[in-house]
């Protein structure tokens, strides 16, 4: 892996890493790395941000090899294209726009439903649901809302 720099205080300063929510919109996990407010927005302790950054780094050189990916997600309007072209410099997978809730933080629930998902497919492919009544199927494999669109009674 090639040598990472770490950016100095003064280029997080300049880039705007400081500031982070309004004071209406926090998590009270979040208050040891906040610095203070300024103009009802919170402004994040840089030094700490150093120190995450400098944690990553160490996580990804000793976890992460060149042949696992990484995945890099920036939703954000702001930070979408530079998360998509250092993704693809790494030839790694990103997300940059909305994704599935839960995707990140309840990885069972969508295991489970990729699993379901497949099975019906697997039972379309195979047969099993021509038991079913049409109406029941088609609930089964597509979105109600299209079926009655593009059906008329």
């Not at 300063?13 to 203070?36: D, I, N, Q, V």
Request: glycine share 8%; hydrophobic share 35%; with cysteine.
């Amino acid at each position: 892996m090639s040598e990472v720099n770490i950016p100095s205080l003064e280029e997080l300063l300049e880039a705007g890493t400081h500031f982070g929510h309004t004071t209406s919109r926090w998590h009270p996990k979040m208050e040891k790395f906040l610095y203070g407010k300024r103009g009802g927005i919170h402004l994040v302790d840089l030094t700490k941000t150093q120190e995450q950054i400098e944690k990553v780094v160490a996580f990804i050189k000793s976890n992460i090899g060149p042949l696992k990916p990484l995945l890099f997600i920036g939703v954000k309007p702001i930070a979408r294209d530079a998360v998509r072209e250092q993704a693809q410099r790494c030839n790694s997978p990103y997300v940059v726009n909305r994704w599935i809730g839960g995707m990140l933080t309840n990885w069972g629930a969508i295991t489970g439903m990729i699993k379901r998902m497949k099975q019906l497919e697997s039972d379309k492919a195979s047969g099993k649901l021509e038991k079913y009544t049409k109406r029941e199927q088609l609930e089964f494999v597509e979105d109600p809302v299209i079926f009655a669109s593009n059906h008329q009674s």
